[in-house]
Structures are given as C-alpha cells and as structure tokens.
C-alpha cells in the first residue's frame, strides 16, 4: 500500500541477525538496522525531540548495539527490546541535564494543564503501520488516565519517579503504583496480541 | 520492605530511577529472581509501546553508521558474569561514551578477574563461555585455554593467596585433572636469575608445587601439573631460577 508500509522481522529473525552480527557481520548489522532504526529512532525522538540531536543518539545506539552484539543474551529478553533499552537510556541521559530536566519539567507541568496526555500523536499516525497502532492504542486504552499519564511523563518525558511525583503535585508512592500498575496492565493487553 | 522495593521494577524499566534508589535496586535486583522476571516482561512491554511511535531516521543516519561500525571494534561475548549481562546494559548505556567505560575497567583488571573466577565456579560455567572469557583477559592465549579447560572443571576450586606488599594472586586448580593454574594481575616481574615458586603445605611441610613468574604487564597464567587437593596451605616465595627443593626466603603470598 504505502511505500512507508515497512517489514518487519520477527523475533527469531531478529536473534539470528544478532548473532551473526556478534560474528561481525556488517550485511546482518545492516539488516537489523533496516528492520529496528525506525522503532530506535521514534523511542529517541520522542524522548529527546530535537531532530539533530536525535540523529546523534541514534547513531551511539547503533554503534552501542554493534560493538556490544556478542553480550546479547536471548535468555533475557528479546532483541527488539534490549534495542529500545538500550535507545531508551541514551536518549534519557541525553536530556537528563540539570537545566534540560528544569526545563522539561516546566514544560510537561505546562503542557498537562491543556492536555491530559502529551503524546505526538500525528507522528505515530503518519508513521506507524495501521495494525501497530490500533494494537498498541488498544493496550493504552486499557490503562486508567492516570495512569497512562505517570507513565507516559517516565518513559516518554524522561522524568525521574521523584520528577513525575512534582509534576502531578502527588506522593511519590502513588506514582510507583501508578507506573507499575500502568505496565502490569500494558502486560496483560498486549501479551495477548504478541507472540 | 520487600514489598516496597518490588514496586521499583516497573520505575526500573522506564529508567525511571537514579542515584541511590537505582543502585539499591540494581543490588537488589541482582539476587531477586522474582524483580529480573517482572523487569523482563516490563522491558518487552515498554518495547511495544515504541513500536507505536516508529518514525524513520533521515537516510543520511544509515550511511553513517555503516561507516562508523567499519572503524568500530566488537566486545569480546559476555564471559561468566552472564548472569548480570542485562544489568551491566544498562549501566554501560550509562556512560557517555565507549571509550570512558573501557578506560574505567581498565585498571579494576584484578577485581573483575578474582570476582570472575568466583562466578565460574558458582555458576560452572561451560568451557566455551569461559574461555572466551579468559581469552579476553589473558596475553598468552594457549595458558588461557589451558586455564578455561581447568575452571569449566566441574571439581574446580580457587585459593587466593595474599601478602603484604603484592596484589592477590589466585590458585585454580581440579583434582579430577591433577592440574592447577595461577593466575594473577600486577604481580611484580622479576628477573631472569629469580622465579616464584608456589608451595603446597602438607603437614606442616612445604613440598613444592610449581614455578611462575609475572609478563612484563605484571600478568601471571601458569599452569601447573600436580594435584593440590591434600594440602592444607599454599605459599609463595622467591627463589633463584629453576626453582629450590626447599623454600630458602621468606613467604611473601600465602592462603
């Protein structure tokens, strides 16, 4: 349909790249960067937001994920989602900076007094394929708005549970619950959806 | 509370934690397998939320990092501290940059050595995981297979040895193969007309039990035909080349 429609690989596929590239394989290297930079990219974007910064902190993943490929162990999770651990760090120590944390914080207190929830959603619409999205909005929309937000303000926003906690003007215990209740719920909607 | 450092797994998997409430959990992690299972699946979960926000990289980021790769050497595979693989992911992701954390372990060689034997003997590791492991560490590639093959030893036991004024020296030895090894960091070298020799105390007397000396880096692995499992101590002492029937200065490492 849309020449965006992308391929995706599925998890034994995604271990068998990883493996050769841990052999140094470039072409495998290649491959994985197909199939993953653009669910790497999109985790940094939306954490970080300036392009060229963004652009930056793909490229460290990248290289991270090739130089450390023979640590990989399959045992512990799957490839695509030591990848996005992986992006997901960097992009936090990206923008966990003294002033850029103030900043964010002022920003996303702002930012919730006109909208509950700060997600781009015209970037997820024009990318993502249509499957994915109504998938992964179903799970989200099994989740309270509360706790859609802690989460959503930690993983995507960057905040710290303590930031969170500040921004939401609620005890830090209630964010925890919130968060992991959030991802027990997440668990639970989309295990039956994943393989 | 248990209870209350359970509910941390989720702000974990979010990176949602920092300073002393990350290192408490990733201690506590490290021996809670009921934490590593939930930070699991809660990984995987936050992983398929990012599938819903894709978004491709401008094409010029591609060519760049094929480039960069072309110039980037590879890890060594994970050695026997497997077992914290995912944990030091994420501390590694922490450092900024490659180069800083491969400058910072450089000089914990020792540390990281003595607390890797002791994770192979706990978790008896395979021979081939550990002797990528060794091979990594070690200068002298044969002694290191020699040493892999002696510590994926099912009966493989360590002794480390100390002294006053010498780092740690550890002895890895199995019954089973009637060989030992030694093996040690920052050793002083000495001179050719000098040797180490290694001393298995059996009933009050030293009998002796093999000769080494240190690479010009300090690095020792020797290994050593002789079974040590009847001796109640080790030493170590100086001796001129070629080693002496009896110790003939005093011991400067010992059990």
């Not at chain 1, 970037?123 to 994915?132: C, G, K, L, Q």
């Not at chain 2, 002696?150 to 006053?164: F, H, P, S, W, Y």
């Given at each position: 349909m849309s020449d965006r429609a992308r391929v995706r690989l599925d998890s034994d596929a995604r271990l068998g790249l990883i493996g050769r590239v841990a052999q140094g394989d470039s072409t495998a290297f290649a491959a994985l960067y197909d199939d993953m930079s653009p669910t790497i990219f999109g985790i940094i974007r939306r954490v970080v937001r300036d392009e060229a910064q963004s652009e930056e902190v793909l490229q460290e993943v990248m290289v991270e994920v090739w130089r450390t490929a023979a640590r990989f162990d399959g045992a512990k999770g799957s490839v695509a989602a030591w990848m996005s651990t992986v992006a997901h760090r960097r992009a936090i120590d990206r923008v966990r900076s003294e002033q850029a944390t103030r900043d964010r914080i002022d920003r996303d207190a702002a930012q919730r007094?006109?909208?509950?929830?700060?997600?781009?959603?015209?970037?997820?619409?024009?990318?993502?394929?249509?499957?994915?999205?109504?998938?992964?909005?179903?799970?989200?929309?099994?989740?309270?708005?509360?706790?859609?937000?802690?989460?959503?303000?930690?993983?995507?926003?960057?905040?710290?549970?303590?930031?969170?906690?500040?921004?939401?003007?609620?005890?830090?215990?209630?964010?925890?619950?919130?968060?992991?209740?959030?991802?027990?719920?997440?668990?639970?909607?989309?295990?039956?959806?994943?393989? | 509370m248990a209870d209350e450092i359970h509910l941390l797994a989720g702000l974990y998997a979010v990176d949602a934690l920092e300073g002393d409430e990350l290192a408490t959990f990733e201690a506590h992690l490290a021996t809670c397998a009921e934490c590593q299972a939930e930070v699991a699946q809660f990984t995987e979960v936050a992983a398929a939320l990012a599938d819903g926000s894709a978004m491709p990289p401008p094409a010029s980021a591609r060519a760049a990092?094929?480039?960069?790769?072309?110039?980037?050497?590879?890890?060594p595979p994970a050695h026997a501290g497997a077992e914290v693989t995912a944990l030091d992911d994420r501390r590694s992701a922490r450092d900024t940059g490659v180069e800083r954390s491969a400058a910072a372990r450089k000089p914990r060689r020792v540390g990281r050595w003595v607390a890797g034997i002791a994770a192979a003997l706990v978790l008896v590791a395979g021979a081939v995981g550990a002797g990528v492991w060794l091979d990594r560490l070690s200068t002298r590639a044969d002694d290191a297979e020699a040493i892999a093959a002696?510590?994926?030893?099912?009966?493989?036991?360590?002794?480390?040895?100390?002294?006053?004024d010498q780092p740690a020296v550890n002895v890895?030895?199995?019954?089973?193969?009637?060989?030992?090894?030694?093996?040690?960091?920052?050793?002083?070298?000495?001179?050719?007309?000098?040797?180490?020799?290694?001393?298995?105390?059996?009933?009050g007397v030293p009998v002796k039990a093999g000769l080494f000396n240190a690479d010009a880096d300090g690095t020792v692995r020797t290994t050593l035909d002789g079974n040590l499992s009847d001796a109640s101590a080790l030493a170590v002492t100086v001796e001129p080349a070629g080693g002496s029937d009896q110790p003939t200065s005093d011991i400067i490492l010992s059990s």
């Open positions: 007094e006109t909208t509950v929830v700060s997600v781009d959603d015209h970037i997820v619409d024009a990318i993502t394929e249509e499957a994915d999205r109504e998938r992964i909005q179903a799970a989200l929309n099994t989740l309270t708005p509360v706790q859609r937000e802690s989460l959503e303000l930690a993983y995507w926003g960057g905040h710290t549970h303590a930031q969170v906690a500040a921004i939401l003007d609620i005890p830090l215990g209630t964010v925890k619950t919130r968060i992991r209740d959030g991802l027990l719920r997440l668990r639970e909607s989309l295990g039956a959806t994943r393989g | 990092v094929l480039a960069r790769i072309a110039d980037t050497p590879q890890d002696l510590v994926a030893r099912d009966d493989a036991q360590t002794i480390k040895l100390q002294g006053e890895v030895y199995s019954p089973s193969q009637g060989k030992a090894a030694v093996v040690a960091d920052g050793l002083d070298r000495l001179p050719d007309d000098k040797t180490y020799e290694l001393w298995a105390i059996r009933d």
